[in-house]
């Protein structure tokens, strides 16, 4: 508080101070002094907005609407300032009014000719709208300002040649060689001028006196020998490619060259070993592997009885051998083996390829797929678990995880993964009849039974014709002794769908030993037992109705079989030790 006051009292004692001194002075002093300070504010606050508009333009924080707010300010303060016409026409250039832009920056240019950024951003301006003809003129004008500076002649010939004006560019080019001597750029830039005019006779002549300005160069006779591929002269482009092999004989770009030679003579298994070098070099870009390899898995795909599947699975083996980690690469290798139908090879380079992925989703699909099909549960569990952390929104990690879960009888997880999982789904009514019918299964083992209804029977509203669904349902209401009637229709429904079904005829069956419609159920039990190999539920189904048929030693001679094909549950051993069923 003490502070406050001798603050404010302070502040109340200098504006007295202040007062008495101004009435001292006379009222023309006090004006100019008035004036004086307002031009100081203005100018601070001019340096401040313009200041916050250059930040307000950085590429790392880029706000075009606000640098072009704050310049706008500061016009109203100083209309007439060069750097300010300079940054308004930069902003008005970036938001693509280039109109503006060309306003602004011609202002400054022509009241500031000796400054060259002025001059360049002008001269970008005009190149944004394509008005060459006034870029050149300032071109020139940049480079008669500046004589010292090579890049500004680099640039107009570079303007010279897409308007066109060959000769022009050629010359400067000419006129830079004076002071740089023979230079590869330059070179280069005038073959380009030289093809574009069709001089292939003066292109090459360049070209010679560059690989003979530098003989233990071999990019020099690279440019040759490309230039004779253009012009399909194939002997001088080997004797280039040999001069090449001599001085680097490890470099992979000459023997991609050599196969690009080779092929274009037809020569397929010398253009093949050549790749295959290539592919064997380390230092060569991994991209340019994966694309030659796709290239051939892409023509084996489509031609299956051609060369091209030996060949594309040559070139994947090099890859995953030269470079053992890349994920792209050991998933190509996967499909090699995958369209060869070695799916247990193929999951071991998927594995690879997946834990060095976490943003393609691909090969971890392809992981989970294999794990499914081979029933590896343990690990399909492990993987999609894996899966589920680095692809929260891939719906089909969680359903994988769901079937493995089942598959190991761990139903509270696994139904946890489909509820979760369900939420990913769109439009995809397939894929959601699978959610909803693995979380009946999963549901009616963990005994919640309204669950497992409710889940089914989201299922048949997708689609009420699922013979799997109508089955499970069905099997599971008959299990439970519960709601027969919807369960004999349901079964029924499968078996008229699809005939013959062991599965769905020990269903019905079974149903209709629940509803004590024993005779009925006799049909459908022994044709269900009948058929295909020997199936311990189906066998012991059919025995139990027996035993309701008082038909004792035959109900014996089922549960049995059923025994020796694998059934073990305890009520069927007591079964058979009682001769009886055990109500």
């Known amino acids: 508080m003490f502070k406050l006051l001798k603050h404010i009292f302070f502040i109340i004692t200098a504006s007295a101070m202040v007062g008495s001194f101004l009435s001292c002075k006379s009222k ?25 508009g250059c930040a307000a333009l950085q590429p790392y924080k880029q706000n075009l609407d606000e640098a072009l707010r704050l310049f706008l300010e500061c016009k109203k303060i100083d209309p007439n300032s060069a750097p300010l016409k300079y940054e308004l026409a930069k902003t008005y250039k970036l ?34 709208v394509k008005d060459f003809n006034q870029s050149i003129k300032l071109r020139e004008q940049l480079v008669k300002n500046f004589p010292g500076k090579a890049e500004f002649k680099e640039d107009l010939a570079i303007e010279y040649s897409i308007v ?76 280039m490619y040999d001069k090449i092999l001599v001085l680097d004989p490890n470099n992979p770009s000459i023997n991609l060259a050599l196969h690009d030679y080779y092929s274009a003579q037809g020569k397929d298994d010398d253009a093949f070993d050549y790749l295959k070098k290539a ?87 392809q992981l ?21 952390e680095l692809f929260p929104s891939q719906s089909s990690t969680y359903f994988f995880n769901g079937v493995a879960n089942m598959q190991i ?57 699922n013979t799997y ?40 069956g079974w149903i209709l030993y629940q509803q004590k419609k024993y005779k009925e159920s006799e049909t459908w039990l022994k044709s269900a037992a009948k058929m295909g190999p020997p199936k311990a539920d189906i066998l012991e189904h059919y025995g139990d109705l027996l035993y309701r048929l008082n038909k004792v030693d035959e109900a014996v001679v089922q549960w049995n079989l059923a025994k020796q094909a694998g059934g073990n549950s ?5 079964k058979l030790k009682l001769k009886k069923l055990n109500d």
């Open 368 to 388: 989970l797929f294999i794990d499914s099909e081979l029933k590896q549960y343990d690990s399909l569990e492990r993987h999609s678990a894996l899966a589920m």
């Open 28 to 52: 023309k002093e006090a004006q100019k002094d008035t004036e004086k300070g307002s031009a100081q504010q203005n100018e601070i606050k001019f340096t401040s907005m313009f200041i916050d």
């Open 469 to 508: 669904v109508l089955n499970n349902y069905a099997y599971y209401l008959s299990l439970r002794n519960e709601s027969l009637d919807k369960a004999e229709k349901l079964s029924k429904k499968a078996n008229e769908i699809i005939p013959n079904n062991r599965n769905y005829m020990d269903t019905y």
């Open 164 to 239: 066109g004006d060959y000769d022009k560019s050629y010359k400067i080019y000419d006129e830079l060689e004076l002071i740089y001597g023979i230079n590869e750029q330059i070179t280069l830039n005038k073959c380009k001028l030289l093809k574009n005019q069709k001089k292939f006779k003066e292109a090459e002549q360049e070209l010679l006196r560059l690989s003979n300005s530098n003989k233990n160069e071999p990019r020099y006779f690279a440019y040759l020998a490309d230039f004779y591929m253009e012009q399909n002269k194939l002997d001088q482009a080997k004797l």
């Open 279 to 365: 592919f064997q070099n380390p230092d060569l870009e991994v991209n340019y592997k994966l694309e030659a390899v796709r290239y051939y898995y892409l023509r084996a795909e489509k031609q299956p009885e051609s060369n091209y599947y030996a060949r594309g699975m040559e070139l994947s083996e090099l890859l995953v051998r030269v470079h053992p980690k890349d994920s792209r690469g050991n998933a190509i290798h996967g499909d090699f083996l995958m369209l060869a139908g070695k799916i247990k090879e193929a999951s071991n380079y998927y594995y690879i390829a997946a834990i060095n992925e976490s943003i393609d989703f691909r090969a971890w699909g």
């Open 570 to 574: 305890e009520a069927l051993l007591t």
């Open 409 to 465: 009888k761990n139903y509270k997880k696994a139904a946890q993964s489909l509820k979760d999982g369900l939420e990913f789904v769109v439009d995809n009514k397939a894929l959601m009849m699978d959610f909803y019918s693995n979380m009946g299964d999963a549901y009616f083992y963990m005994k919640d039974y309204v669950k497992s209804d409710k889940a089914f029977d989201n299922a048949l509203k997708i689609d009420a014709d």
């Open 95 to 128: 938001k693509g009014a280039y109109n503006l832009a060309i306003q602004y920056a011609k202002s400054c240019a022509e009241g500031n000719p000796k400054n060259e950024w002025y001059q360049l951003l002008l001269i970008e301006c005009y190149a944004s």
